[in-house]
């Protein structure tokens, strides 16, 4: 006798998942590839993913490790190896002037989008929200709507150098991200604009994650700063850094986290649920890379990999606007933000279907992205040009396609109620930049 057939069980993503949008690079890394023709492939200019080689001192250091040291196998520890917690310590001080005890002041991370996450899982709470910069990277508002969390937008203003407007938030938020060298919008941030955000988080007895990323990565002559450089900032704030960027190995997964001793106890003693810390020959690799600094500047390795991104940023940037098209001039970080009046996903959906070039829509960054596309610049020199060959067909108004495309990732909107009110912020200064620069043409 034959068993009855049953059907197989429907498996559906749990409310807390179907709320989160797509993680856009993935979505459009998915669009891309339907769009991948023989002999044409799709210039991808959506990712923030380096494509330059690791300093080689790194690389070396791993297959050392892997080759000689057979206590690298085993499990790290949730805060992380402690030779690469003094090489943070290290850095910290000679990099920034800041002071950092490696036992309590740091945390090692699988990647520091990792720690941005788990903080506000291990923080808060029902009925507390997150403040997430707006535009800002996507994984701010995935944190909080994957922790039960209301979002609150933090608008950044263009017309003040994309920094936050700290006015309207509610007393609900309990975290609030902030992140420069900024991403998309490439905006640096001075010590008085950090300081105006740990006043905020002392007034409001919010923390602070400041997801300095892309420390290493800016084109003028001042090094981007660490929040922890503002007196009092230890006592709000933890700070996020990755390897990924400047070092170039986003693969590894290795980020560190430093800062308030108390937030760090909380994120760690998460991770001790959930993760068994970064593969252990990887965080001794990385002892290495911290080892290449010597002080402010950055070491040859980093600086090389910087100046070429800073020459794909002038060559995209200069082509767009010989186009006619509006460029935010970079500070910092791995990106162009281009302002598109007209709406940047739908210049983002024709640029794919009529030139093969992939970019992310500002939208899927936040409303405060909508009227921007943002262009990575880890492709080399040719394939930038190769764009720049191809945009005049795509955005000549010869075919009507493109407007009204979906936006990829677009956060959703503040449940009501979420988004003013009960703030007891003063109103603060800020420094006025031009927004966007227009070329001649
Ligand atoms: C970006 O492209 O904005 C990010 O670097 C990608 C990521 O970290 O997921």
Same mark, same amino acid.
């Given at each position: 006798?034959?068993a009855?057939?049953?059907?197989?069980p429907?498996?559906?993503e749990a409310?807390r998942?179907?709320?989160?949008?797509?993680?856009?690079f993935?979505e459009?890394?998915?669009?891309a590839?339907?769009?991948?023709?023989?002999?044409?492939p799709?210039?991808k200019?959506?990712?923030?993913?380096?494509?330059?080689?690791?300093?080689?001192?790194l690389t070396?250091?791993l297959?050392?490790?892997?080759?000689?040291?057979?206590t690298?196998h085993?499990y790290?520890t949730?805060?992380?190896?402690?030779?690469?917690?003094?090489a943070?310590?290290?850095f910290?001080?000679?990099?920034?002037?800041?002071?950092? %005890?490696?036992?309590r002041e740091v945390?090692i991370?699988?990647?520091?989008k990792?720690?941005?996450?788990?903080?506000?899982r291990?923080?808060?709470?029902?009925?507390?929200?997150?403040?997430v910069? %707006?535009?800002?990277?996507?994984?701010?508002?995935?944190a909080?709507?994957?922790?039960?969390?209301a979002?609150?937008?933090?608008?950044?203003?263009?017309g003040?150098?994309?920094?936050? %407007?700290?006015?309207?938030?509610?007393a609900?938020?309990?975290?609030?991200?902030?992140?420069?060298?900024?991403n998309?919008?490439?905006?640096v941030a001075?010590?008085?604009?950090?300081?105006?955000?740990?006043?905020?988080?002392h007034?409001h007895?919010s923390a602070?994650?400041? %997801?300095n990323?892309?420390?290493?990565?800016t084109y003028?002559s001042?090094p981007?700063?660490s929040?922890?450089?503002?007196?009092?900032?230890?006592e709000v704030?933890?700070e996020?850094?990755?390897l990924?960027?400047t070092?170039?190995?986003?693969?590894?997964r290795?980020?560190?986290?430093?800062?308030?001793?108390d937030?760090l106890r909380?994120?760690?003693r998460?991770?001790?649920?959930s993760?068994?810390g970064?593969a252990?020959p990887?965080q001794?690799?990385?002892?290495?890379?911290?080892?290449?600094y010597?002080?402010?500047?950055?070491?040859?390795?980093? *600086?090389?990999?910087? *100046?070429t991104y800073?020459?794909?940023?002038r060559?995209l940037?200069?082509?767009?606007?010989?186009?006619?098209?509006?460029?935010?001039?970079p500070?910092?970080?791995?990106?162009?933000?281009?302002?598109?009046r007209?709406?940047?996903?739908?210049?983002?959906?024709?640029?794919?279907?009529?030139?093969?070039?992939?970019?992310t829509?500002?939208?899927a960054f936040?409303?405060?992205?909508e009227?921007y596309v943002?262009?990575?610049?880890t492709?080399?020199?040719?394939?930038?040009e190769?764009?720049l060959?191809?945009?005049?067909a795509a955005l000549?108004?010869r075919?009507?396609?493109?407007?009204?495309?979906p936006?990829?990732?677009?956060?959703?909107e503040?449940?009501?109620?979420?988004g003013?009110?009960?703030s007891?912020?003063?109103?603060?200064?800020r420094?006025a930049?031009?927004?966007?620069?227009r070329?001649p043409?």
């Amino acid at each position: 006798m034959t068993a009855p057939r049953r059907s197989p069980p429907a498996f559906r993503e749990a409310i807390r998942l179907a709320r989160v949008p797509l993680y856009p690079f993935a979505e459009l890394e998915r669009r891309a590839a339907e769009q991948e023709r023989p002999g044409r492939p799709v210039l991808k200019f959506a990712i923030g993913d380096p494509d330059l080689p690791p300093p080689e001192a790194l690389t070396r250091a791993l297959a050392e490790i892997l080759r000689s040291d057979p206590t690298s196998h085993g499990y790290s520890t949730s805060r992380g190896e402690p030779t690469l917690r003094e090489a943070v310590a290290r850095f910290l001080r000679v990099r920034f002037g800041v002071p950092i %005890d490696p036992e309590r002041e740091v945390a090692i991370l699988v990647g520091s989008k990792e720690g941005l996450s788990g903080l506000p899982r291990a923080l808060l709470g029902p009925g507390e929200a997150v403040a997430v910069p %707006d535009p800002g990277y996507p994984a701010y508002v995935a944190a909080a709507l994957l922790n039960d969390l209301a979002v609150e937008r933090l608008p950044l203003r263009p017309g003040g150098g994309w920094l936050p %407007d700290w006015e309207g938030l509610s007393a609900r938020v309990g975290l609030a991200y902030l992140n420069y060298p900024n991403n998309p919008t490439g905006q640096v941030a001075r010590l008085p604009d950090l300081k105006e955000a740990v006043d905020w988080a002392h007034d409001h007895g919010s923390a602070l994650a400041f %997801d300095n990323a892309y420390s290493e990565i800016t084109y003028g002559s001042e090094p981007a700063p660490s929040i922890l450089e503002v007196p009092g900032a230890r006592e709000v704030a933890v700070e996020f850094h990755s390897l990924s960027k400047t070092f170039g190995i986003p693969g590894w997964r290795v980020g560190f986290a430093v800062g308030n001793p108390d937030l760090l106890r909380l994120l760690v003693r998460l991770k001790s649920q959930s993760d068994s810390g970064a593969a252990t020959p990887l965080q001794r690799a990385a002892v290495a890379a911290l080892g290449l600094y010597r002080g402010r500047e950055r070491p040859p390795e980093v *600086a090389r990999a910087v *100046a070429t991104y800073g020459e794909r940023i002038r060559a995209l940037a200069a082509g767009l606007e010989a186009l006619g098209l509006e460029v935010v001039p970079p500070q910092g970080a791995l990106y162009v933000w281009q302002r598109v009046r007209s709406g940047g996903a739908a210049l983002a959906e024709r640029l794919l279907d009529r030139a093969g070039i992939l970019v992310t829509p500002g939208s899927a960054f936040g409303r405060g992205g909508e009227e921007y596309v943002r262009w990575s610049v880890t492709r080399p020199l040719s394939e930038i040009e190769t764009a720049l060959r191809r945009l005049p067909a795509a955005l000549s108004p010869r075919r009507g396609g493109g407007d009204g495309a979906p936006a990829v990732g677009t956060p959703p909107e503040p449940p009501p109620g979420t988004g003013s009110g009960g703030s007891r912020s003063s109103s603060p200064r800020r420094r006025a930049r031009p927004a966007t620069r227009r070329s001649p043409g």
